[in-house]
T-cell receptor
């Protein structure tokens, strides 16, 4: 069974641009969560989607948004990029229910650099 | 003060040593996760627990809900155990995961 895949793996953008990251969960998994990891703040929860609905959202500005498609694939978008958005963005999927109560399977991450 | 605190921040051990990593939290939780992150970023979920103790191979995780504390033990450590170990709690009032800052473990042969 293929694992969680994320594309692209590396991305370089400039301030003010926008970016879209993609995540394909393990086949049969319906919950997808997104996390941001930076050296200063560590891992932080961004949002969680289940059956195309956003179940939960972390404390990030409205520039960060996401969606989930009917095949459970998910995208996150960051508009008007800032230097501080440089981070490793991780996606994780779980079979059912919520990410907080289920084992999560993480993708390799997308490393975003904002210049 | 962070809601999830891990100790130690860094840990160096010789192969075969018994290792303990601690996690304390200040919020009410419904579950606690232990994660392992290798250099390069890949994260693996090790345990999810809400009470008692779980064991998987050489890894043991315990939780004391009353004391708001969890420990991750590694028996007979091996250089391949070198990684960052992250504790995350599922806050019961928000249903969101809150992460500790991680413990960097290096095991030398």
């Amino acid at each position: 069974k293929a694992g969680v895949t994320q594309t692209p793996r590396y991305l370089i953008k400039t301030r003010g641009q926008q970016v879209t990251l993609s995540c394909s969960p393990i086949s049969g998994h319906r919950s997808v969560s997104w996390y941001q990891q930076t050296p200063g703040q560590g891992l932080q929860f961004l949002f969680e989607y289940f059956s195309e609905t956003q179940r939960n959202k972390g404390n990030f500005p409205g520039r960060f948004s996401g969606r989930q498609f009917s095949n459970s694939r998910s995208e996150m978008n960051v508009s008007t990029l800032e230097l501080g958005d440089s981070a490793l963005y991780l996606c994780a999927s779980s079979k059912t229910g919520t990410a907080t109560y289920n084992e999560q399977f993480f993708g390799p991450g997308t490393r975003l650099t904002v210049l | 003060k962070n809601e999830v605190e891990q100790s130690p921040q860094n840990l160096t051990a010789q192969e075969e040593e018994f290792i303990t990593i601690n996690c304390s939290y200040s919020v009410g939780i419904s579950a606690l996760h232990w994660l392992q992150q290798h250099p390069g970023g890949g994260i693996v979920s090790l345990f999810m627990l809400s009470s008692g103790k779980k064991k998987h191979g050489r890894l043991i995780a315990t939780i004391n809900i009353q004391e708001k504390h969890s420990s991750l033990h590694i028996t007979a450590s091996h250089p391949r155990d070198s990684a960052v170990y992250i504790c995350a709690v599922a806050a019961s009032n928000t249903d969101k995961l809150i992460f500790g800052t991680g413990t960097r473990l290096q095991v030398f042969p």
